[in-house]
């Protein structure tokens, strides 16, 4: 499961952004030959012929560096990927989380500095949350499928997650914004694939999927009116690209339940993928064609 990428020697694109080296490196290791492309992936999944060995590459929320950094490895290794993108930033808007990440990035030190910087943007009555119980419960749990956050990354993201909504969220963080005199629209530029490059990929045999309309930080809260507009939404952005037919998709965040499983299904989604390795409570790690686990490259890249 694959986010940010950089360049060699450039600076990261973001909260655990890898290199191409590294990434060129990972597949390798990993073994290119039990890295099966988009279509045989969904084939064997639809056949019940999944295998233990077998492997699929997947890319979240069409950035610009996937493109610019990763396509040209996987050109040269001869391999095709899942894409799962949002359509809001190629209609004329935009997803916030993703230039907020980029700023923390690029105008911070570290992760832990910017952490630091956006708690004292927040009132005392938020901040007090992170000493109740409901925050220790989070950390456990977050820290469980996510080891290498750190403590700091635990509190923002409680904080963004489960206490600011997420009006109150986007006004801490362009206030922040501000501090340092960084503008929203400077930083989006270029941060996503636009729709040429979106069918160029579905134009290689990439497989080019469902990712939500606007990435909205808990989808699973949504009313299932609304979390079912999210996805036809982002369906017919794609189809109108000439994409289809659609029948992958990821989830948001990790954000689901068993309503949003039966819309997906409705909407004739063959295969979906979650955002990590652990099961869900009390079953096993791919419980349906739905909610198939996936591995962050942080982890792999730790064990080389």
Known sequence: MFHRLHADGAKPA?????????????LRHVGIERILSPAEWLRRLQRGGLQ???????????????????L???????LLAFWFVYSIVNEGGLVKSEIYSHFATSRFESMDAFCDAF?????????????????????????????????NDLRYRFMRNDVLSPAAFERVMDALMADHGVAVPDLART?????????????????????????PYQLARLPPAEQRAQYERNARHLQSLGIQPV????????????????????????????????????????????????????NLLRTL
């Open 72 to 78: 040209p490895v996987l050109q040269s290794l001869g």
């Open 119 to 151: 708690l004292g943007r927040c009132e005392e009555a938020a901040r007090s949350r992170l000493t109740g119980t409901a925050f220790e419960r989070y950390a456990q749990t977050t820290r469980a499928m996510f080891p290498f956050y750190s403590d």
């Open 52 to 70: 233990s060995r077998d492997l699929c590459l997947t890319f979240d929320d069409g950035l610009r560096c996937q493109y610019d950094v990763a």
């Open 14 to 26: 973001g909260q655990g952004s890898i290199s191409r080296a590294d990434f060129d490196r990972l």
């Open 191 to 215: 941060l996503w694939m636009d729709n040429r490059a979106l069918q160029e990929l579905h134009r290689q045999g990439h497989g080019v999927g469902l990712h939500s309309y606007d990435h």
């Open 247 to 298: 029948t992958s998709m990821s989830h948001p965040l990790n954000s689901y339940g068993p309503e949003t499983l039966a819309m997906l299904t409705s909407l004739g989604l063959l295969c979906g993928f979650r955002s990590n390795m652990t099961p869900p409570v009390g079953q096993t790690v791919n419980p349906g064609p739905l909610e198939l686990a996936r591995e962050d490259p942080v």
